[in-house]
């Protein structure tokens, strides 16, 4: 696999920085008393799988904070979740759910804010490989069935679509 480069992200709407935000602020408080921290898009994660070129996703939930090289982490988080924008879209749809994938992240959302969407994916086992895993689309949250959105490896914290998207007309 081709290395990701990191991407610079300067150009990106405010409605993508909102609902990082939306979620940091509304799932920290909850992961206090656990091993598990949230962060936004401040983060670098290097892994062999991509020759430990630092990657960036726009939200992260790690449970292994310890396990870390001056300021990159070097475990893998549990859940991850990228904020698609026009300029992203085909990088986080492709190369970067390709190396969640390879690295072996449990749960990946994809937010469109221009939609109010979210995709969860959930890595499941490959039914034609023993060592293989595969991401599925287990749901797509939108308006119509917004009280359906849980984050499947942290069934206790709680996030609403109107929380996520709060702020974005």
Request: aromatic share 10%; hydrophobic share 35%; glycine share 2%.
């Amino acid at each position: 696999m081709r290395s990701l480069p990191m991407k610079d992200m300067a150009n990106t709407y405010i409605e993508h920085s909102i609902v990082i935000n939306n979620f940091v602020t509304t799932v920290g408080p909850q992961l206090k008393s656990s091993i598990c921290r949230v962060f936004g898009d401040s983060v670098k994660y290097k892994w062999a799988e991509n020759e430990n070129k630092p990657v960036i996703p726009d939200v992260s939930i790690n449970c292994d904070i310890k396990n870390r090289r001056s300021t990159n982490f070097l475990g893998v988080p549990r859940f991850i979740m990228e904020v698609l924008s026009d300029s992203t879209e085909q990088y986080d749809r492709n190369d970067k759910m390709e190396l969640y994938k390879q690295v072996e992240v449990a749960e990946y959302w994809m937010v469109d804010w221009r939609k109010k969407q979210i995709e969860i994916y959930v890595l499941s086992p490959d039914e034609n490989s023993i060592d293989d895993a595969e991401y599925k689309l287990i749901a797509t949250i939108t308006t119509e069935n917004k009280d359906d959105l849980k984050i499947k490896m942290f069934p206790n914290i709680n996030i609403g679509f109107d929380q996520l998207f709060d702020c974005i007309d």
